[in-house]
Every structure is written in C-alpha cells, then in structure tokens.
C-alpha cells in the first residue's frame, strides 16, 4: 500500500470515528523512541457545551470534557491497532500516557497541539491553545505515533492571532502575558501556567464546587470559536 492510501484510509478510519481534522506530522526532530511520524486528529466541542463556557466550566461541561477524553483514547487505541495490522509500529497517546511521563512543570515529550502544529492543522494561540481557522479552539486533540510512511502536512510555524486580545481579557487570573508564538517560544513566554492552572481551580471550585483544572473561558472567547459557533447557528447546531 503506499503512502498517499495509507495517509487516505488513515484519515477515513478515524472521520468515520468522530474526527473533525486529521493531519500527520513529521516528528522526527523529537526523537520518539523511533517514530518518524505522528497522527494528529480533533474532535469538536459542541457547540452548545462552548456557548455555555463564557462565564466558566459547567456541569455539562465537565461531563463532556470526561466523554472526549474517553472517546479520543478510544480513538487512537484503534488507531494503533490498525496500523500494527498493517505491520507497522504504534503507540496510542492517551490521556494515561502523556499524564505517566508529565513533569513536574506540567510538561510531555510531544504535546498533541505540537503535532497538530507540524502536521499543519493550527497554530498555538496566545492562550497556548491550538487555533484552527474551521474551529478556533473549540476542539480537542490526540496523537497516534507511527513508523508507517504517511504524507506529512506543512507545518505551522507562526501565530496568526495578530493584535486580538480576546482569550487574554477573559482569563481570570490574568495568566495570560499576550506575546505571539512561533516555533522555539517557549510556553512561559505564553501563559504563567501555574497561574492559569491555579486560576481555573479557583472557577471550577467557585461554579461546580470542586478544585478540578477546567476553565474554557479563553476557549469561548477567541473569534475563531465564535466564528464557528455562528457558523454551526446557521445550520442549527
């Protein structure tokens, strides 16, 4: 099978599984126990669950955030199974996975919004969230590594946030600096993210009554998410 059938029937695999975007990078800089490759791939927030977010974490939206989590590790363990029934080498990056190798300063090998940044599907916003132009950052992102020879996108390698100040206004704890990224800008010239993480306990204890790390305010606000949410208004979502 070649790589351009691979890379299609890849993609299909998980369309039909729930994904909104799929690219694939090339990770070969990263040194991932010998992984080449990497299989990004989003699914979409509801819309309704992002509306809700404006002013913080909801019931529904905490249900909702366990449920994706749920659904993309599913995702990627079948993901991996099926390119090892082609006979290559996986490895599913699930939630238990990447939470098994975090550091002390809440940090992995290869964040998913990494690969979907080489694999060309958004950038890193302000927030230090992924942007996509079709969602904003109304998504959520797994990875699948891979030997297999799948056609890489063109990374992204810049913000396209321009002068937009939206997720930094709304960010209780104001842990957001506002500089732009771009490849090589570290997360703390970004977010003072023991803030951000502190700050969003601080929401989610004060409206769901727990010290769980769930804000989403930053999500909401950013005109790309709102972009989307008009979009999926329009056709009634």
């Given at each position: 099978m070649t790589a351009k059938e691979i890379s299609r029937q890849m993609r299909q695999f998980l369309e039909e599984r729930g994904a909104v975007l799929v690219g694939f990078a090339d990770i070969t800089p990263f040194d991932l126990d010998g992984y080449p490759r990497a299989v990004s791939f989003a699914i979409q927030v509801p819309p309704d669950i992002v509306r809700s977010m404006s002013d913080g974490p909801t019931p529904a939206y905490e249900a909702e955030y366990e449920r994706m989590n749920a659904q993309l590790d599913r995702m990627a363990?079948?993901?991996?199974?099926?390119?090892?029934?082609?006979?290559?080498?996986?490895?599913?990056?699930?939630?238990?996975?990447?939470?098994?190798?975090?550091?002390?300063?809440?940090?992995?090998?290869?964040?998913?919004?990494?690969?979907?940044?080489?694999?060309?599907?958004?950038?890193?916003?302000?927030?230090?969230?992924?942007?996509?132009?079709?969602?904003?950052?109304?998504?959520?992102?797994?990875?699948?590594?891979?030997?297999?020879?799948?056609?890489?996108?063109?990374?992204?390698?810049?913000?396209?946030?321009?002068?937009?100040?939206?997720?930094?206004?709304?960010?209780?704890?104001?842990?957001?600096?506002?500089?732009?990224?771009?490849?090589?800008?570290?997360?703390?010239?970004?977010?003072?993210?023991?803030?951000?993480?502190?700050?969003?306990?601080?929401?989610?204890?004060e409206r769901l009554g727990k010290r769980t790390t769930l804000c989403g305010r930053c999500i909401a606000a950013c005109p790309y998410t709102r972009r989307a949410l008009a979009r999926a208004g329009r056709q009634g979502g």
């Amino acid at each position: 099978m070649t790589a351009k059938e691979i890379s299609r029937q890849m993609r299909q695999f998980l369309e039909e599984r729930g994904a909104v975007l799929v690219g694939f990078a090339d990770i070969t800089p990263f040194d991932l126990d010998g992984y080449p490759r990497a299989v990004s791939f989003a699914i979409q927030v509801p819309p309704d669950i992002v509306r809700s977010m404006s002013d913080g974490p909801t019931p529904a939206y905490e249900a909702e955030y366990e449920r994706m989590n749920a659904q993309l590790d599913r995702m990627a363990e079948e993901g991996e199974g099926w390119l090892r029934s082609l006979g290559y080498r996986a490895e599913a990056r699930t939630v238990g996975k990447l939470l098994g190798e975090e550091t002390p300063d809440f940090r992995t090998r290869l964040p998913h919004k990494t690969a979907a940044t080489r694999a060309g599907l958004g950038w890193i916003g302000k927030c230090a969230l992924l942007v996509t132009e079709p969602y904003g950052s109304g998504i959520r992102l797994s990875t699948i590594l891979a030997d297999a020879p799948l056609e890489v996108g063109v990374p992204v390698e810049a913000s396209r946030c321009g002068s937009c100040t939206a997720c930094q206004s709304v960010c209780p704890p104001r842990a957001i600096i506002g500089n732009h990224w771009a490849v090589g800008v570290d997360r703390s010239e970004l977010v003072r993210i023991v803030d951000c993480r502190e700050g969003a306990r601080d929401i989610a204890e004060e409206r769901l009554g727990k010290r769980t790390t769930l804000c989403g305010r930053c999500i909401a606000a950013c005109p790309y998410t709102r972009r989307a949410l008009a979009r999926a208004g329009r056709q009634g979502g």
